[in-house]
């Protein structure tokens, strides 16, 4: 699934940008249950997503905790 928000980076995982909250129907129906959410506040996931709120600052490098955590997540 590509779309202009969201991008195959290999079999199950995709990156997409904030906007990718406006596709939610595509996500279900292609099976995407589990964001790893890097951004700070809205727009939120609704019911039926499993969500892991692991904010980080664009442009710095990331901190060993947060690159621990989204690992982990994406490993579940």
Do not use: S
């Not at 991008?7 to 279900?28: F, K, M």
């Not at 890097?38 to 499993?50: C, S």
């Amino acid at each position: 699934m590509n779309t202009p928000h969201i991008t195959h980076i290999q079999d199950g995982v995709y990156i997409g940008r904030v906007r990718a909250h406006q596709e939610q129907g595509r996500l279900h129906r292609a099976g995407i249950r589990h964001i790893l959410k890097l951004y700070e506040a809205a727009p939120y996931w609704p019911d039926g997503f499993v969500v892991c709120d692991n904010e980080v600052e664009d442009g710095v490098l990331l901190p060993e905790d947060k690159l621990v955590r989204g690992v982990a997540f994406l490993q579940e």
